[in-house]
C-alpha cells in the first residue's frame, strides 16, 4: 500500500457512505451499504488493504475474504483481456489509457485500481485495420448505445474479449467539446509492462490532460477514485502541472482543468500546494472562476458520484464546463438535434439515455 493516499479519504467516503467519519461498530445492513457504496466509488480494494481505515471497518473486512478474491479474479481476466488484445492486433497499434494503465503507473499494486472495462485509443486511420484484425481473430463488435445515438461516426467502438469490454477510442469525445493534438499523444507515447507483458500507454502530461477531459466530460460526478487518480497524478507529476495549464488551453479544456482542479483540493486539502493554487489562479478570468464556483461545481463534499441532482443540472454543467462560447453554442446543437431525434421514441427515451 502507498502512503501517499489522500490523508482525508477514509473520514470522507465513511462520512459519505455511513453517516459516521469513525463508526465503533458496523451491524450487517451498514456493512453492506459501506461495501457497496465502496465499490461504486471503485475504492473497494484500497478498503480492503489500507492499515488507515477505522479498526472496526478493518475487523469486518475480516470476515468477508471473498472480496479480495473477486477483485484478483477481474484483475486477471483483465490482463488476459489486454494481453488478447496485443496478441490480436499489435503493441504498437493502441495506447492503453485510463483504469487499466492506472493500475500500472499510479497504484504500487494493479489489483488496488479496479477498471469496469479496458480503454484503448487508435488513430482514426488505423481504426478499420485494427476492427479487422480483430474479426480475423474471432472477436465481434458489441452493441454501442453510443452508435445507436450518435451514428456510426460515434468516437469509440466496444469489442467484448472474454468476459471484457475493450472500449476502443478514435477520439476521447465530441470534437465540438474539445480540441485534442491526437498525432502529439500518439508521437510522445511510452512503453509500459502491463504485468507479463509490453504495451503503450500516453504520456505523463497527455495522461493528465485526458484524465481532466473525462472529469468534465462527466461533469465532475465521477466516482471517488478518479478523484483520487488526480491527487495521485498531481503529487507523481507535479513539474507537469505549469504544462498542464497550457496544454488546458491548447485542448480547450481550461475550464475542465480548474473545476477539476477545484473539487480535488477542496475533497483532499494536501492536492492544493503552492503551485496547483497558482495554476488555479492562471485559468480563466476572475469572473469565469467565480461563475463555476458559485453556479457550476458540484460539492462533492456532501454527495457521492452519480447524477444525484437531475439530467437538466447535468446538462448545465455539460455546458460550462465547455470552452469558449463557440464550442458550447455547437454543444446545444448537438444535444438540440439529439434531443429532438430522441423524443420520437417519447419523453423517457431523450431524457433516460445517458449523456456523453
Known sequence: MRADLPAGLWPLFLRLSVEDEAPATLPPETLHRLLTCAAEEGLLPLLCHDPLVPASVREALIHAPAIRSLYLRRLDLHRQAARALIDAIGADTCVFVKGFEYRYRLYSRPELRPSADIDVYVPPGRIDDVIARLRSAGYRLAASEGEALWGTGYYEVGVDIGEVRVEIHRTFGHAVRTAVDYEEI?????????GDF???RLAPLHAMGLHVLNLAKDELSS?????????????????????????ARRWRIERGLFGSLRVVTSLFPEAGTEVVAE???????????RFLDRHVLPDRLRTVSGQVDGRAKQLWRKLWLTDGAGRRASFFGLWAWRFALLSVRGPAAAWGAKAR
Open 186 to 194: 500518439w508521437a510522445k507515447r511510452e512503453l509500459f509492462l502491463a
Open 198 to 200: 509490453e504495451a503503450r
Open 223 to 247: 466516482p471517488l477514485i478518479r478523484f483520487v487518480d488526480l491527487f495521485l497524478m498531481l503529487r507523481l507529476w507535479p513539474e507537469q502541472i505549469v504544462p498542464l495549464t497550457a496544454l
Open 279 to 289: 495554476a488555479m489562479e492562471s485559468l480563466l478570468t476572475a469572473g469565469a472562476r
